[in-house]
T-cell receptor, first 114, second 112 residues
Framework: DPKIIQKPKYLVAVTGSEKILICEQYLGHNAMYWYRQSAKKPLEFMFSYSYQKLMDNQTASSRFQPQSSKKNHLDLQITALKPDDSATYFC?????????????FGEGTRLSVL | GDSVTQKQGQVTLSEDDFLFINCTYSTTTYPTLLWYVQYLGQGPQLLLKVTTANNKGISRGFEATYDKGTTSFHLQKASVQESDSAVYFCALVNNMGYKLTFGTGTSLLVDP
């Protein structure tokens, strides 16, 4: 059974709309992350949360907002969607947000913006 | 800032061939280095991890050695199988211990 659940697996949106990508982990981890994988770039770090607090934000645009309602949840809200936002978004988690731990990744949400 | 370079975009081999995937890195610290494997339609999975303490990682027949002198972390496997076909990513963990910087990935195709 997958330990990091991302919903939906596929998502199609129109330019200018808003979407929320869901992520839940059942590993008992305290740190969660979002990464983006697009066709033209390597996997890119976006956010890091530790104990439900934002630790690092490497996303230039405020259109991307993580939301942590529970310790094992880290959703990603994207507003005013653009075609360039089309990518696969991966949620990941690790025991803590330090100590060089290798995060485990979910299976991703593939977003297409038309 | 940190960077990871994988020059090979695609590698095609036959079963039982030797695999070598090149990875070099640049950072101001002594990072933890990782290899992830991504199968079609799935998220990246950790293949192996190496720190400055242990220098070499081995997992599922794959091995990688941390070479500080050449700042390299090449991945090798003596005999590949068709099931090894996937994309392989080299990555390093930043000095804060949480952020991964990935290479562009090397797509491995193993013909039966």
């Amino acid at each position: 059974d997958p330990k990091i659940i991302q919903k939906p697996k596929y998502l199609v949106a129109v330019t200018g709309s808003e979407k929320i990508l869901i992520c839940e982990q059942y590993l008992g981890h305290n740190a969660m992350y979002w990464y983006r994988q697009s066709a033209k770039k390597p996997l890119e770090f976006m956010f890091s949360y530790s104990y439900q607090k934002l630790m690092d934000n490497q996303t230039a645009s405020s259109r991307f907002q993580p939301q942590s309602s529970k310790k094992n949840h880290l959703d990603l809200q994207i507003t005013a969607l653009k075609p360039d936002d089309s990518a696969t978004y991966f949620c990941a988690s690790s025991q803590d947000g330090n100590n060089n731990q290798a995060p485990l990744f979910g299976e991703g949400t593939r977003l297409s913006v038309l | 800032g940190d960077s990871v370079t994988q020059k090979q975009g695609q590698v095609t081999l036959s079963e039982d061939d030797f695999l070598f995937i090149n990875c070099t890195y640049s950072t101001t610290t002594y990072p933890t280095l990782l290899w992830y494997v991504q199968y079609l339609g799935q998220g990246p999975q950790l293949l192996l991890k190496v720190t400055t303490a242990n220098n070499k990682g081995i997992s599922r027949g794959f091995e990688a050695t941390y070479d500080k002198g050449t700042t390299s972390f090449h991945l090798q496997k003596a005999s590949v199988q068709e099931s090894d076909s996937a994309v392989y990513f080299c990555a390093l963990v930043n000095n804060m211990g949480y952020k991964l910087t990935f290479g562009t990935g090397t797509s491995l195709l193993v013909d039966p």
